[in-house]
């Protein structure tokens, strides 16, 4: 193989691996959010935004909540949504308060994803994305998952064990009748330790061992 073959090979991966910016319009409220759980996870925002957006493709609740809004056909896995055009239109709805562009990035797999979903939508892929985010952050169980994925990436089986029963005691005990996320519980740890200096995992560390 010559070198110009080799190059031309090389360029086209990189080309197919590029990936797509998205500059979705969001509300600040749901902004907030995306950086609080940034801010939480030591995850950039837009790989908040990317994770989340996957997960809720992958989500049958999730997909489940936009198909009432989808105008034209979408299959997710083995089911079937028929789409119609008497559906309202999302696409120039305005949402209430103030909006905000927040920027992600999708690989050209996930991007074609994406625009499946906007087609069946009738809306802008970038649409399509502000809509996925806020319909996939909004499902307590995917947001949970989320939060308990990193968790379990930055601390040891011990750690873990000893925040499953720290959540375990404040969910039997909570008068609240309201059950605690680890994103909830994971907040209140990185709130009640206000170094600065340290990150989310040496904080979580630090408040293991101050409570045990």
Known sequence: MSGV???????????SDKKRD?????????????????FVTDTPVKDVIEILCMKGLNNRMVIEHLSQYFRRDYQFKSTFYIGSLENESLQSKIQTGKNERITTRFNQKDYER???????LDVTPSKATALLLD???S??????SFVKSYLHTQLDKQQMKDLKYVLKYINKNNPYN????????????VDDLKENTSNVKQRISRWIERNK
């Open 178 to 189: 309201e059950e605690v996320s680890w994103f909830t519980l994971v907040s209140m740890i």
């Open 22 to 38: 998205i500059k979705p319009t969001v509300n600040t409220e749901l902004k907030s959010c995306v950086y609080r759980l940034s």
């Open 139 to 144: 499902n307590s169980n995917l947001l949970n």
């Open 5 to 15: 073959e080799v190059r031309e090979r090389k360029n086209r991966k990189a080309r």
């Open 114 to 120: 994406i625009y499946l979903l906007s087609m069946a």
């Open 135 to 137: 319909a996939s952050i």
